[in-house]
């Protein structure tokens, strides 16, 4: 038997060489179709829903991104137009404070103005009043002076008081011009 071996690989040459044998060509076959079928029964199924899942959750995730973009960019609209009426509040809020200021300054400014005229004209009152009470006290002791003083130059008293107080008078109204015009060439 060793030699039918020995020729049999003898014989074999050329095309021999490269190709199997055919049992084994037969048996290698039949290995790789159990293979295919156990992958194309048990194993691509799997393979195929596991790919089908992933490209789910990419999808998604790419869906979650697109709205998450658009939450971003309806969330940046949304500030801005907060921040605008935030703006425009502030203003109309500064603009009202302002009016109330310019109220409340020209309220005092009226109240200040009309409780200096008041006191104003209280002591333009006041003043005429002492103004007058002086002018009567003025008058009454200038009157007894000047009667005095006409007692002692004519040397008799004076007994007729009409006269008298016509005098004084008459003196008084006469100083008092005089006061005038000095006060008006001031």
Not at 66 to 77: N, V, Y
Not at 97 to 113: G, L, Q
Not at 135 to 164: C, M, N, P, Y
Request: hydrophobic share 50%.
């Amino acid at each position: 038997m060793h030699q039918i071996v020995a020729a049999a690989d003898q014989e074999v040459g050329g095309l021999a060489v490269i190709l199997p044998p055919l049992y084994e060509i037969f048996w290698s076959a039949l290995v790789l179709l159990i293979v295919l079928l156990l992958v194309g029964r048990y194993a691509l199924p799997r393979i195929y829903k596991t790919m089908d899942e992933r490209a789910a959750a990419i999808e998604e995730g790419l869906g979650a991104a697109e709205q998450a973009k658009a939450d971003q960019a309806a969330a940046a609209r949304e500030r801005e137009e907060i921040i605008r009426e935030a703006h425009a509040e502030a203003h109309t809020i500064r603009e009202r404070a302002n009016d109330e200021a310019k109220a409340i300054v020209a309220a005092a400014r009226h109240e200040a103005t009309s409780e200096a005229n008041r006191i104003l004209e209280a002591s333009e009152r006041q003043i005429l009043a002492e103004k007058q009470a002086a002018q009567i006290s003025l008058r009454s002791e200038v009157g007894l002076l000047a009667s005095e003083l006409a007692e002692k130059i004519i040397g008799e008293q004076l007994t007729d008081t009409a006269l008298t107080s016509r005098v004084v008078d008459r003196f008084l109204d006469e100083l008092e011009a005089d006061s005038a015009l000095v006060e008006e060439k001031r």
